[in-house]
């Protein structure tokens, strides 16, 4: 790229984005078919984007996307065939789960992890609202979890518990949280850098979910070092192109066993002589992690079914 101004897309407000060009933010119009080829195959300019920015009329546009190093990207909920692109240029997926109100979902933590391995993330576990239930820190799936290799850092924004090991887990690069809306992402963002002041929902007090308070994507800066994005919960997601190939290698201890099974392509589902089909038997595996494989494999087989 030559030319213009270099940026990082910052928010997207719908119609133009707001983009960081050296520490201070401006608005920019997209204009349709400006985006750089290399911006394909969606075309579209998403928060992570490094761009470039030239004056257009009295404002500015973004004439050019940078090829991404990564994007984190799911089924577009609402366009069954269509990627839809969360976040690019990552390094790590930081997965938020709380560790009460809302419920943790192992099957969801999961489906977020299998993003991360697939692309080649490095990914964590936040384990949010650890004052409300302080054993689940070495509970049994934080300990699970710990087993398979991840780190699982308990953290409170109430009490200000965990914050110090999740600030040094952040340093120095770019990390995505993701997680379903309620689990305290904003509130812990805010609880890092109380400069943020991100809004913060609740937690519905019938169902326990969540409100769906934060609805746009942002990266933000942090003081310390590195970059923090805040996402909206997230109800489905679609994991988009996986192969049910990358499905094996993303889960750590069935990938580790599966040279064991008779055949080099088990999918470790109905095949005879399945090492992992064994360990989950035996108890080997956990078997909220082989069942979480099982659906995630039959739900990646449809989306690829024409
Ligand atoms: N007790 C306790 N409550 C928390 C903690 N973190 C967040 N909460 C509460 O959880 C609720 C949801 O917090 P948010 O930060 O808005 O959750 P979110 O994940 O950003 O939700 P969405 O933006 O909807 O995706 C709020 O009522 C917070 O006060 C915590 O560490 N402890
Ligand atoms: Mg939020
Ligand atoms: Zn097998």
């Not at 994007?71 to 609402?78: C, G, H, L």
């Not at 990627?83 to 990552?90: F, H, K, P, S």
């Not at 509130?187 to 943020?196: F, H, I, K």
């Not at 580790?256 to 064994?278: I, Q």
Request: proline share 6%; aromatic share 4%; with cysteine.
């Amino acid at each position: 790229m030559s030319g213009g101004r270099r940026g990082v897309v910052v928010r997207d407000e719908g119609g133009c984005v707001i983009v960081d060009l050296d520490g201070e933010e401006a608005r920019c119009v997209v204009r349709k078919g400006f985006v750089h080829r290399a911006a394909k195959p969606s075309k579209a300019v998403v928060v992570g984007d490094r761009v470039l920015v030239e004056a257009s009329g009295d404002g500015l546009a973004v004439v050019a996307v940078e090829p991404r190093a990564s994007a984190i990207s799911r089924t577009d909920p609402s366009r069954p065939r269509r990627e839809q692109i969360l976040v690019a240029n990552v390094d790590t997926v930081l997965v938020v789960a709380a560790a009460r109100e809302p419920e943790l979902v192992p099957a969801l933590v999961d489906r977020f992890l299998v993003a991360a391995e697939s692309r080649g993330l490095a990914a964590g576990i936040a384990l949010t609202k650890i004052d409300l239930d302080p054993a689940a820190a070495s509970g049994e799936l934080a300990t699970l979890y710990r087993g398979l290799g991840y780190a699982v850092l308990p953290v409170s924004a109430v009490t200000g518990e965990g914050l110090d090991p999740v600030r040094a887990f952040l340093r120095d690069r770019t990390t995505t949280l993701l997680g379903h809306s309620g689990v305290g992402k904003s509130a812990l963002a805010n609880a890092l850098d109380p400069s943020l002041r991100l809004r913060v929902g609740s937690v519905h007090a019938g169902t326990g979910l969540g409100t769906h308070t934060t609805t746009t994507v942002s990266l933000l800066r942090l003081p310390w070092g590195g970059y923090l994005v805040d996402t909206p919960g997230i109800r489905e997601f679609g994991l988009w192109n996986m192969d049910p190939r990358d499905l094996r290698h993303a889960y750590r201890e069935i990938a580790a066993l599966a040279p064991g099974c008779r055949f080099a392509d088990c999918t470790h589902e109905h095949e005879p002589g399945c090492a992992v089909k064994e360990a989950a038997a035996a108890g080997a595996i956990a078997p909220c992690r082989y069942e979480s494989y099982l659906r995630l494999l039959r739900s990646i087989r449809e989306a690829r079914e024409p």
